[in-house]
């Protein structure tokens, strides 16, 4: 099976070498690793010719004359792979050395499958690695079907981010181009909601990358989780402005139409329950607040 690479770079000499290095240093070596950079004023491109020179026949390097920002360049960085399974990567984690061998090993005994994603652990900037769940710190249960993640993945967050995936040519022929619908649904939400509406993602359970948290991140993980977080009238509120999104997103990528009412009804019954825990006088308060200040009634009626 020919796998690809799809790396996109910025600015991001730091830690770039060590993801490189990571990649390389696979049990099942890659066939191609295609970077796109763009627009970077460090050194990154020159680490990325010396390791060209290395391997000529592996890295095959795309610098944008103009800056196309993260997910137009994870798109055509994706577009350029000709692997059968493509595997997303940004420019500063690490990847542990059987993640190739093992997603390839799932993809080849499932065929019917689109798109995997992996279990991952935090690796801090001191090199402290998090060893415990990612997916169940976050409130996501593992088992959960495809039904049940697109639903998970709508009303609360993303929990796959790019460098967990990778994806079939096939995906890709389907996928691609992406839609785009908001600055929110970036490149590897969109593909995992695809992959969801066709039962066609597989959780694979299995640490195969360090996720590096650091300050210099172009875009990264949101650590906290407002479902996770204890809750208050500002994230039922922040909850209740997503009714339009989910709606939107279930409108331009033909999900199925009654996850806007269950978004609204669990709107509804999380500020139900909020009230419930509150004093009298302070529950008439919040109430005047919601309909007066806020001015919203939509998933609070």
């Known amino acids: 099976m020919k796998t690809s690479v799809a790396l996109c770079t910025y600015n991001g000499e730091q830690y770039l070498a060590e993801q490189l290095d990571s990649i390389l240093s696979q049990s099942v070596k890659v066939n191609e690793i295609v970077v796109c950079d763009d627009g970077s004023s460090d050194k990154t491109k020159e680490i990325l010719l010396q390791y060209q020179k290395k391997f000529p026949n592996v890295f095959k390097l795309y610098f944008n004359t103009e800056t196309m920002g993260y997910v137009r360049n994870f798109e055509q960085a994706i577009e350029k792979c000709t692997g059968e399974l493509i595997f997303l990567s940004d ?59 697109l639903e998970y993945i709508l009303f609360h967050k993303n929990v796959f981010p790019g460098m967990s995936l990778a994806i079939t040519q096939k995906a890709k022929e389907e996928y691609l181009p992406l839609q785009k619908i908001h600055p929110k649904i970036i490149h590897d939400y969109e593909i995992v909601i695809k992959a969801c509406n066709e039962n066609a993602l597989m959780l694979i359970p299995e640490t195969l990358t360090l996720y590096r948290v650091h300050g210099n991140q172009n875009i990264g993980i949101n650590i906290i989780n407002l479902a996770q977080s204890p809750e208050n ?12 999104l989910v709606k ?17 009804l669990k709107c509804r019954n999380d500020y139900r329950n909020y009230l419930n825990k509150l004093p009298f006088l302070q529950k008439i308060i919040t109430q005047l607040k919601v309909k007066y200040y806020y001015k919203i009634s939509d998933g609070f009626s």
């Open 248 to 264: 939107n997103m279930v409108e331009h990528f033909q999900l199925p139409a009654d996850l806007i009412e269950k978004y609204r």
């Open 233 to 244: 009238l500002q994230s039922i509120y922040y909850k209740s402005l997503q009714n339009g």
């Open 91 to 149: 420019q500063d984690d690490v990847w542990l050395p059987e993640k190739i061998q093992t997603i390839t090993h799932y993809s080849a005994a499932h065929p019917e499958i689109k798109v995997f994603a992996h279990e991952i652990e935090l690796l801090h900037e001191d090199k402290k690695r998090v060893k415990k769940s990612f997916w169940n710190n976050e409130g996501f249960d593992s088992s959960f079907t495809n039904a049940e993640t």
